[in-house]
């Protein structure tokens, strides 16, 4: 048992202070195991990214922080693998999704202004380089 905490504990320790679904799977015969961790949800990780405590109750009005090209690249890339996401365009869309609802800008602008200059290829060489 304490084996199986220790894995999760060592796995996890880059998610400290947040919820991470984890599925533990026990062969009962020889009575080994074997731990897989999700992702925490998006807000979760733009809430640390941040250093905030919450999203904006009013995200019209009130923002709570802003988030830069390299911070959107790097979250996308964290949800990635748990992502529909075929592109590194189409993760950093779901990241800026996340965004509109939670009160966060990208780079300065808002979340659906940025998707705009991304679809128009603003930020093309910045991605291709990431």
Do not use: H, W
């Not at 919450?54 to 090209?69: C, E, I």
């Amino acid at each position: 048992m304490l084996q199986i905490v220790n894995k999760i504990n060592d796995l996890t320790k880059s998610y400290a202070g947040m919820k991470v679904p984890v599925k533990v799977v026990v062969d009962v015969d020889d009575k080994s195991f074997d731990v897989e961790i999700g992702t925490p949800t998006t807000s979760a990780l733009i809430v640390k990214e941040l250093g905030i405590e919450k999203g904006s109750g009013t995200p019209k009005a009130t923002k709570v922080g802003n988030l830069t090209l390299e911070q959107i690249v790097k979250l996308a890339g964290m949800k990635r693998p748990d992502s529909y996401a075929k592109t590194t365009i189409a993760a950093v869309k779901e990241v800026a999704g996340a965004c509109v609802s939670m009160g966060v800008t990208i780079d300065s602008k808002e979340p659906k202004e940025f998707i705009k200059d991304l679809d128009k290829g603003v930020y093309q060489k910045a991605l291709i380089e990431s």
